[in-house]
């Protein structure tokens, strides 16, 4: 494996070891050694600005190296198994490294995200069920795509760590994943079982912004759900002001009674008109507003 700088410089990883190299007449010269892994060097990545080299390894540790002084400034604990793939996002630099975060798959069959600079696990991600073999961000960090044993492609929120989507497809192990500079585009590779190259469309519309949607559910002491009030596009401190979202559920239940009383007809026909503007997702809401 290798990761090639503007000076024509490259890595190598052997028994422990990460090698950088320079190029001099056709030549390679051996720059320096990374030493402090006790097991062979599986990947590494190199940060935006080429300040740093994160590896991964079959000891199980993640290791962040400052090219600058060729040390170890950080160790990533906490797979139980070989780390078998590693990336960073570009906005983490050696000028900015404050909220940078690196990402590795395992043999463990997990996907954590970790804060750079703190080496804490932010999340640990399960839902493949076999070995992570390859990790990738999109150029702007949002998303994450990760490639296992199991034969799926999975992308996630790089920052809540939620599934957003799986792509399968792949007949064998998937070895590999790389982004288009877009991030529009998703390009998997897998092992001799089946030998494929798989170009993925990951701009999908169901991954355009979400529509945020409170709501309030009422229940009776006997356990039976007496009613279910729902804001549409509610405003921005609904989710942490309880004094506002309790005046913003309050007028939309006013609306609603009122709305009732002009249309003795029926509730139920009348709250699906007045949230047909809403997402598909909402409608099965207005059944339990039915509820006497």
């Not at 590896?55 to 160790?75: H, I, M, P, Q, Y």
Request: proline residues 3%; glycine residues 8%; negative net charge.
């Amino acid at each position: 494996m290798g990761s090639v700088t503007p000076n024509i410089q490259g890595f190598t990883s052997h028994d422990g070891f990460v090698q950088e190299f320079s190029r001099h007449k056709n030549s390679p010269a051996l720059v320096h050694s990374l030493e402090g892994h006790t097991g062979p060097v599986l990947s590494f990545k190199l940060s935006s600005d080429f300040k740093y080299v994160v590896s991964a390894s079959e000891d199980g540790n993640l290791k962040l190296w400052d090219l600058g002084t060729c040390k170890c400034v950080r160790t990533y604990e906490g797979h139980t198994q070989a780390v078998r793939d590693c990336d960073v996002v570009n906005s983490f630099t050696k000028e900015s490294p404050m909220g940078g975060r690196v990402a590795s798959g395992s043999a463990d069959n997990t996907v954590r995200i970790w804060d750079a600079i703190y080496a804490t696990c932010l999340k640990t991600i399960r839902g493949h069920t076999n070995v992570v073999n390859a990790v990738a961000f999109t150029p702007d960090g949002t998303l994450l795509a990760s490639g296992s044993a199991d034969r799926s492609v999975r992308l996630w929120d790089a920052v809540e760590g939620h599934l957003v989507y799986v792509f399968n497809g792949h007949s064998a192990a998937v070895v590999s994943c790389a982004f288009s500079p877009t991030g529009k585009y998703l390009l998997t590779s897998s092992n001799f079982g089946e030998r494929k190259i798989k170009l993925w469309y990951t701009d999908m519309p169901h991954m355009a912004e979400l529509q945020k949607v409170g709501f309030r559910v009422i229940w009776e002491t006997t356990g039976v759900m007496r009613r279910i009030t729902v804001k549409y596009e509610p405003k921005d401190g609904f989710f942490t002001d309880t004094h506002a979202a309790k005046a913003e559920i309050d007028a939309e239940d006013a609306a609603d009674e009122a709305w009732a009383l002009e249309h003795p007809d029926g509730l139920a026909s009348g709250v699906c008109e007045r949230i047909e503007n809403m997402s598909h997702g909402c409608y099965w809401l207005a059944l339990f507003l039915s509820c006497p």
